[in-house]
T-cell receptor
């Protein structure tokens, strides 16, 4: 079973701050997913990455396969970034079966 | 190109009734996944289906829960004789045929059991 740990569980910051959310997993993987769940509950897939770094707007995701660790960064954070960010990796029982972290609840205050 | 469509968004049932949750995948997607999010808990895999086939149902409770993805129409997650513990958000995701493609999520169905 692939275990996924996220930190911190909760994060509150001021608008404009640089945000980092971390994800560690226990078993080697082919790709890692970062998801965003807004207060309304819907889930959006932000990134799927298997090596290096990906960038989309103010969001940056990095992964270190050797260390089994990924980070999600948000630059120039804004209150609309307030959401739960979830890391997910494939289960060792099947690549299509995702195992999820508990999520990091991010609150950005104006 | 519409995303993954789930309905209803909210469903209220009394104990003992049946709940039917529907999921229409994105156009061109042939793989469907169901996940459950219990209150204050993380997402958990339930079942993975392709058209007319259940590929992996290792996350499905042994009783009362079933899923299908017929040749025509949406995927259905069916919960018979619902109990209070079934109250949760149920998310559907879909992906295209190629292995390793990202999954696209629907907005979920929030099931409340009275």
């Amino acid at each position: 079973k692939n275990e996924v740990e996220q930190s911190p569980q909760n994060l509150t910051a001021q608008e404009g701050e640089f945000i980092t959310i971390n994800c560690s997993y226990s078993v080697g993987i082919s790709a890692l997913h970062w998801l965003q769940q807004h207060p309304g509950g819907g889930i959006v897939s932000l990134f799927m990455l298997s090596s290096g770094k990906k960038k989309h707007g103010r969001l940056i995701a990095t992964i270190n396969i050797q260390e089994k660790h990924s980070s999600l960064h948000i630059t120039a954070s804004h209150p609309r970034d307030s959401a739960v960010y979830i890391c997910a990796v494939p289960s060792i029982q099947g690549a299509q079966k995702l195992v999820f972290g508990q999520g990091t609840r991010l609150t950005i205050n104006p | 190109n519409a995303g993954v469509m789930q309905n209803p968004r909210h469903l209220v049932r009394r104990r003992g009734q049946e709940a039917r949750l529907r999921c229409s995948p994105m156009k061109g997607h042939s793989h469907v996944y169901w996940y459950r999010q219990l209150p204050e808990e993380g997402l958990k895999f339930m079942v993975y289906l392709q058209k007319e086939n259940i590929i992996d149902e290792s996350g499905m409770p042994k009783e009362r829960f079933s899923a299908e993805f017929p040749k025509e129409g949406p995927s259905i997650l069916r919960i018979q004789q619902v109990v209070r513990g079934d109250s949760a958000a149920y998310f559907c995701a879909s992906s295209p045929l190629n292995q390793g493609a990202p999954q696209h999520f629907g907005d979920g169905t929030r099931l409340s059991i009275l």
